[in-house]
T-cell receptor
Framework: GAGVSQSPSNKVTEKGKDVELRCDPI?????LYWYRQSLGQGLEFLIY????????KSGLPSDRFSAERTGGSVSTLTIQRTQQEDSAVYLC????????????FGEGSRLTVL | QQQVKQSPQSLIVQKGGISIINCAYE??????FPWYQQFPGKGPALLIA?????SEKKEGRFTISFNKSAKQFSLHIMDSQPGDSATYFC??????????FGQGTTLQVKP
């Protein structure tokens, strides 16, 4: 497809389980971001991948969160031992090359931890 | 130095009025200032963006005003419509850095 694709769109899990969220960015985009958005709240930055550089992990809230980007394309955000406070929408965005710099967001993965 | 501060947190405007949302940044290396619009259940989408070589950019009813010396920029929505009701995020970045978002403003336009 032409846009950023995220899966699953909805995920319900039990506390303590691990979850994986997937992001397929727009082809050719070298930068990729993950954000978390709780209901009615702003965009909480999690992690930023830019080309072959080391990812900026400064936003990851705990060591239960990790992300990887394979082959400079698909990214997976993994949350281990999920907690109820992890419930949120997880948004992925890929970024066009400069001079545009526009971020294209997916529609998000809604995670509910029971 | 990486923060972008956005205000107000929420805004209620009557149909036909002007909506104004403000942002302030700290990093003088920032050279790209976009605004994103987000409707419920959707990801944010680029609305309008400006670079510091101009002080104002207008696209239809949406205008960005940019004040480089004050390190501030604002979004003006003229003739606000109920369909403009959404959450708006300002953002900033430098040429090589990641995009930094403000905290968001929830706009409600009353009919």
């Amino acid at each position: 497809g032409a846009g950023v694709s995220q899966s699953p769109s909805n995920k319900v899990t039990e506390k303590g389980k691990d979850v994986e969220l997937r992001c397929d960015p727009i082809s050719g985009h070298t930068a990729l971001y993950w954000y978390r958005q709780s209901l009615g709240q702003g965009l909480e930055f999690l992690i930023y991948f830019q080309g072959n550089s080391a990812p900026d992990k400064s936003g990851l809230p705990s060591d239960r969160f990790s992300a990887e980007r394979t082959g400079g394309s698909v990214s997976t955000l993994t949350i281990q031992r999920t907690q109820q406070e992890d419930s949120a929408v997880y948004l992925c965005a890929s970024q066009g090359v400069r001079p545009s710099g526009e971020l294209f967001f997916g529609e998000g993965s809604r995670l509910t931890v029971l | 130095q990486q923060q972008v501060k956005q205000s107000p947190q929420s805004l209620i405007v009557q149909k036909g009025g002007i909506s104004i949302i403000n942002c302030a940044y700290e990093n003088t290396a920032f050279d790209y200032f976009p605004w994103y619009q987000q409707f419920p259940g959707k990801g944010p989408a680029l609305l309008i963006a400006i670079r510091p070589d101009v002080s104002e950019k207008k696209e239809g009813r949406f205008t960005i005003s940019f004040n480089k010396s004050a390190k501030q920029f604002s979004l003006h929505i003229m003739d606000s419509q109920p369909g403009d009701s959404a959450t708006y995020f300002c953002a900033s970045s430098s040429n090589t850095g990641k995009l930094i978002f403000g905290q968001g403003t929830t706009l409600q336009v009353k009919p």
